[in-house]
């Protein structure tokens, strides 16, 4: 079974610029939830998807949008980034509403950098 | 809101040493609890869960005991090795609405053994 990939895995950008950030889900998982991880931090939940929609957000402004697509592969969408939004954006699968459902499958994240 | 706090700083260890690593949480009611960890260049993977009060995790000689009367989920290893360098987090589903997915971690403690 293929776990969860992301791409690109290292990325430069500059103030003001726009990113998209792409994920496939492990074979099996229909739901993707991504994250953003700060340099010496714990990895903070900013949105998932299930069925193509939104399924519940954290604390990020809109300039963070996401996709999901048929095949339950993901985009993360960043819009006029800012210095803080430097770091790791983690992208996690998992099965549903099942009592297996928090057991997530991380990538090995997208490391942005905003100069 | 639901938070989990674990013990500050990085911890360096000498091969087959004693490991505990502090998390407590606040939340409301009993939620799962869970230890993902974190290897060099690699995405997180969980460690080991709980889902109930003083249910014990176990995996990889690695232990947790929910326990509801101190909110405390400590990680413990009786004998450590070269190969547990990572960083280590505690983790539960966010509050409100369907929170499968959706986790709050820790800030993560870096663990270091030393032959």
């Known amino acids: 079974e293929t776990g969860v990939t992301q791409s690109p895995t290292h990325l430069i950008k500059t103030r003001g610029q726009q990113v998209t950030l792409r994920c496939s889900s492990q074979s099996g998982h229909n739901t993707v939830s991504w994250y953003q991880q700060a340099l010496g931090q714990g990895p903070q ?4 998807y299930y069925r193509e929609e939104e399924n519940g957000r954290g604390n990020f402004p809109p ?3 996401g996709l999901q697509f ?5 985009e993360l969408n960043v819009n006029a980034l800012e210095l803080d939004d430097s770091a790791l954006y983690l992208c996690a699968s998992s099965h549903d509403r099942s009592s297996g459902a928090n057991v997530l499958t991380f990538g090995a994240g997208s490391r942005l950098t905003v100069l | 809101g639901d938070s989990v706090t674990q013990m500050e700083g990085p911890v360096t260890l000498s091969e087959e040493a004693f490991l505990t690593i502090n998390c407590t949480y606040t939340a409301t009611g009993y ?6 960890v974190q290897y060099p260049g690699e995405g997180l993977q969980l460690l080991l869960k709980a889902t109930k009060a003083d249910d014990k995790g176990s995996n ?3 232990e947790a005991t929910y326990r509801k009367e101190t909110t405390s989920f400590h990680l413990e290893k009786g004998s450590v090795q070269v190969s547990d360098s990572a960083v280590y987090f505690c ?3 966010r509050a409100g609405g369907t929170s499968y997915g959706k986790l709050t971690f820790g800030q993560g403690t870096i663990l270091t053994v030393h032959p």
């Open chain 1, 45 to 48: 939940f900013i949105f998932q």
């Open chain 2, 60 to 62: 990889k000689g690695f």
């Open chain 1, 63 to 65: 300039r963070f949008s």
């Open chain 2, 31 to 36: 939620p799962s609890l869970f230890w993902y």
């Open chain 2, 91 to 93: 983790a539960l589903p």
């Open chain 1, 70 to 74: 048929p095949n339950y592969s993901s």
